[in-house]
């Protein structure tokens, strides 16, 4: 049974900073990671998706790297900003399931 | 707006009452799914289709609930005899489900529900 777990669960930061959010997933068998944004009270934005073929995905600042063999991910954001401030969640598509596992979340807070 | 749509965003009821959300999907994707989040909480699958068929169901989802896609676009998720703790978002997404990239999932804005 696949289980994601997130690390840290909150971070506060200032900006400008550079940081890295985690994820670690248990069933290696999966065919996608997904990275999204959700704000209070929203819906889920999507920012990065990896397939299991692919090492890493970018977006401006933001890029996302995965590694089957020890069932991590990883997202990193470039020179944070207020506006960067949400919660962050990672999501694994597995081959033996048709859905999305997610994990608990990231929240962040970048301060000015 | 080309995106995943929900209707209503904000649902009040009462213990006891039925409830129905609606989703529309974007435009030509195939899979649509339905999940539910809890405070502090990542989304929890409850249910997809590939077209109009149900494909999976999860074991959160009692006998209370029923979804439908009856023409392969648009669904409703219906909860009869609420319970308070039925009080969650509800979060729709959607995919072409073609496999590689398609799997990608795309969210919409979810519909907020209150059981009093």
């Known amino acids: 049974k696949q289980e994601v777990t997130q690390i840290p669960a909150a971070l506060s930061v200032p900006e400008g900073e550079n940081l890295v959010l985690n994820c670690s997933f248990t069933d290696s068998a999966i065919y996608n990671l997904q990275w999204f944004r959700q704000d209070p009270g929203k819906g889920l934005t999507s920012l990065l998706l990896i397939q299991s073929s692919q090492r890493e995905q970018t977006s401006g600042r933001l890029n996302a790297s995965l590694d089957k063999s020890s069932g991590r991910s990883t997202l990193y954001i470039a020179a944070s900003q207020p506006g960067d401030s949400a919660t962050y969640l990672c999501?694994?598509?597995?081959?033996?399931?048709?859905?999305?596992?997610f994990g608990t979340g990231t929240r962040l807070q970048v301060f000015p | 707006d080309t995106g995943v749509s929900q209707d209503p965003r904000h649902k009040i009821t009462k213990r006891g009452q039925n409830v129905t959300f609606r989703c529309d999907p974007i435009s030509e994707h195939n899979r649509l799914y339905w999940y539910r989040q809890t405070l502090g909480q990542g989304p929890e699958f409850l249910t997809y289709f590939q077209n109009e068929a149900q494909l999976e169901k999860s074991r959160l989802l009692s006998d209370r609930f029923s979804a439908e896609r009856p023409k392969g676009s648009f669904s409703t998720l219906e909860i009869q005899r609420t319970e308070q703790g039925d009080s969650a978002m509800y979060l729709c997404a959607s995919s072409l489900g073609r496999g590689g990239a398609d799997n990608e999932q795309f969210f919409g804005p979810g519909t907020r529900l209150t059981v009093l």
């Open positions: 999501a694994a598509f597995s081959y033996n399931t048709d859905k999305l596992i």
